[in-house]
């Protein structure tokens, strides 16, 4: 069965509105989670590292005060898209390592979360 | 230069053949390889890691992990209409980081 969920898996709004996003590890504690955004016919690009406790640490490139990530608990995160724009529109994934870091960690997707900004 | 690179696609077979997907890494000190499957729409599946030299076999698919030519593969038997998806080569190098191939598409024909 699933070992990470994401809510809502799809979501509409209006541009200018915020967005959030929710990332839970099912059955296991992780204190880093990794949040993901896949544009049509490419592959997933990371955006941020959610750290439990401390704050996130995001790719070159990324806007941290647009992209705002809390890691609220050793089971959940959120992603909140602020003032959403269409270009914001995409297929976002959170990820969670499960297991001994290093050889033995795996890392479980979940579903995804479609957005569509109009 | 790409850190993981995969062979380029797509790669068309027909039912019950072998497919075989190939990935190359740069980052020598990566420890853990993972090979995902995502269909369109939908996000990566974990099908397979692989963290040890040699072969690791799970009902039709096989891993194959060669650290020294920091080379992995996937070997899909007795291909399926099913199993026709992205395929995404995965390698965690030192920073905890997941570093994704560009996926290869497979389409079985039946």
């Known amino acids: 069965g699933a070992v990470v969920s994401q809510h809502p898996s799809r979501v509409i709004c209006k541009s200018g509105t915020s967005v959030k996003i929710e990332c839970r590890s099912l059955?296991?504690?992780?204190?880093?989670m990794f949040w993901y955004r896949q544009f049509p016919k490419q592959s997933l690009m990371l955006m941020a590292t959610s750290n439990e406790g401390s704050k996130a640490t995001y790719e070159q490139g990324v806007e941290k005060d647009k992209f705002l990530i809390n890691h609220a608990s050793l089971t959940l995160s959120t992603l909140t898209v602020t003032s959403a724009h269409p270009e914001d529109s995409s297929f976002y994934i959170c990820s969670a390592p499960k297991g001994l870091r290093g050889a033995g960690e795996t890392q479980y997707f979940g579903p995804g979360t479609r957005l569509l900004v109009l | 230069q790409k850190e993981v690179e995969q062979n380029s696609g797509p790669l068309s077979v027909p039912e019950g053949a072998i497919a075989s997907l190939n990935c190359t890494y740069s980052?020598?000190?990566?420890?853990?390889f993972f090979w995902y499957r995502q269909y369109s729409g939908k996000s990566p599946e974990l099908i397979m890691f692989i963290y040890s030299n040699g072969d690791k076999e799970d009902g039709r698919f096989t891993a194959q992990l060669n650290k020294a030519s920091q080379y992995v593969s996937l070997l899909i038997r007795d291909s399926q209409p099913s199993d026709s998806a992205t395929y995404l080569c995965a390698v965690l190098p030192n920073d905890y980081k997941l570093s994704f191939g560009a996926g290869t598409t497979v389409t079985v024909r039946a």
């Open positions: 980052d020598r000190g990566s420890q853990s």
């Open positions: 059955d296991f504690q992780a204190t880093t």
